[in-house]
């Protein structure tokens, strides 16, 4: 195994990264002007917000502190995946993003991607960490608003998605010093109506990509030779990680992960996707091949970071890295056992009665228990303890604190706090 290098991310941009940045800090692309990429992706929060489901456009406050929004901007419901991070998504190996992979690199698709916008996706895109910038903006709950509240919201409630790209791109080419950005970004731009959010898109995943490359951790500074680099306890964990704990079968190459998607059962719980139960299970990769032999897959996520980036699983189910790992070790058991009080939700009495309710069904549980494709794996306490500590080497400690790679002010004059 080698430690990654220059080959495997795509090549520095710096125009576009400064452009990037400033889009992902602002809250223009948000229908209300009230929630930006940053939000729910923290320079404070691994990237992540801290909490099992994100809280949306409407909330208040961020990570652990954000609130669900009061009066007329109270949230709808709550996200309902978990926030992931955005370490190394940017290596040129992630071809795939999201929780389902719902869009991925694919060659004959019109566009290069498959996307839920279909044929009519826009050209163009960079990488699937680019295409993937397109859609928070046309989702209600996670950036647009609700039918009614502004222009962005109600395409977005339509299903337009050209037509929420199209008012955000004027959004933000009405900005003086936004126009002077573009043009240095693209310098083949002949006239700033040339930009389409394509561009847009393109220049957050570049600053992405830049910003939350993170390979400089012990572990890859232990295959680099540096046999110090990790301590003892962490080089064991690692034999452990390779050998009798089989982690490396599905968390394999150099960002721990097949790219590929299974079913682990990890508990379910939030407002959900709109499938099984009242709605309100979530039938992973299925939702975007409709094959029922996907039910539950969810995709294989990086390590890289992990220690830093919880709560874990794609719901944000486990709220210790100990828990997330034992579940893998008996599924059902921990499926059975699961202890709903260290979900990470912000209270609201009308949320809070959904969070559950999958999980407290007795046929869902048993649908659920039963997807489970991953064999269980006999590990002692200290073999835990030390495959937790070969986890604790893979934080490259340059991510621990990002506020270096926030910009001071964007360009809306927007507030970058809330
Ligand atoms: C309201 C919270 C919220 C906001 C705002 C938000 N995201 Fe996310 N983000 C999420 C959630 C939740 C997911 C996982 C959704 C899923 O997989 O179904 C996600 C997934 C992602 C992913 C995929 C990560 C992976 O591992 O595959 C990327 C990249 C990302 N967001 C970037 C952005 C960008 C760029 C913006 C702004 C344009 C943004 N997000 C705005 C909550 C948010
Ligand atoms: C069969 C494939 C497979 C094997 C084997 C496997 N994992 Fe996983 N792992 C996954 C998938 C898929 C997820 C995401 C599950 C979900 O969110 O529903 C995951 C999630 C995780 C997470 C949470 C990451 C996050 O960002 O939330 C950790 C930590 C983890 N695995 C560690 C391990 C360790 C340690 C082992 C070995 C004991 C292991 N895995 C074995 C497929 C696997």
């Known amino acids: 195994m080698a430690s990654p290098d220059e080959m495997d991310f795509p090549p520095r941009d710096m125009a576009k990264e400064q452009l990037g940045k400033l889009l992902f800090y602002d809250k223009i692309l948000s229908g209300n002007k009230n929630t ?30 954000r609130d669900t929004g009061s009066g007329s901007d109270a949230i709808a419901e709550r996200v309902p995946r978990n926030a992931p991070h955005l370490f190394n998504l940017g290596a040129r190996e992630f071809v795939r993003v999201f929780h389902d992979g719902r869009v991925e690199q694919d060659s004959s698709a019109p566009s290069g991607f498959n996307t839920p916008a279909g044929d009519a996706f826009l050209m163009g895109m960079d990488h699937a960490l680019a295409a993937q910038a397109a859609f928070p903006p046309t989702s209600n709950t996670e950036m647009a608003g609700q039918a009614g509240e502004n222009d962005v919201a109600d395409a977005a409630a339509a299903g337009d998605l050209q037509q929420v790209w199209s008012l955000l791109t004027a959004r933000v080419m009405a900005i003086e010093e936004y126009r002077t950005l573009f043009a240095a970004a693209y310098p083949d731009l002949q006239v700033p109506e040339n930009v389409t959010f394509t561009h847009i898109a393109n220049a957050i995943g570049a600053f992405e990509a830049a910003a939350y490359r993170a390979d400089n951790s012990p572990y890859d500074r232990y295959l680099q030779g540096d046999n110090q680099a990790m301590s003892k306890s962490a080089a064991e964990g690692l034999k452990i990680f390779t050998g009798k704990g089989q982690c490396a079968s599905c968390h394999s190459g150099k960002f721990q992960t097949d790219h590929d998607f299974h079913a682990l059962g990890v508990p379910q719980i939030g407002p959900g996707k709109g499938d099984g139960f009242n709605g309100h299970d979530d039938y992973g990769r299925e939702q975007v091949t409709g094959d029922a032999n996907d039910r539950y ?122």
């Open 36 to 65: 930006s990429c940053a939000s729910c992706h923290h320079p404070l929060a691994g990237t992540g917000d801290g909490l099992s489901l994100g809280v949306g456009e409407g909330g208040k406050g961020l990570g652990i502190m």
């Open 297 to 418: 897959r969810f995709r294989t996520p990086t390590l890289r970071n992990v220690a830093v980036t919880g709560p874990w699983g794609h719901d944000g189910a486990y709220n210790t890295l100990e828990a997330m790992v034992r579940h893998h070790l008996n599924p059902e058991q921990s499926l059975n056992a699961y202890d709903t009080a260290q979900a990470v939700l912000p209270s609201r009495a009308d949320l809070d009665t959904q969070d559950f309710i999958v999980h407290n069904d007795d046929t869902s549980r048993f649908n659920l228990a039963n997807s489970i494709e991953i064999n269980p794996v006999a590990l002692n306490d200290n073999e835990i303890k030390l495959l937790l500590d070969y986890l604790h080497a893979l934080t490259d400690p340059n991510s621990l604190d990002l506020r270096h790679t926030a910009p001071a002010r964007v360009p809306s004059g927007l507030p970058l706090a809330d």
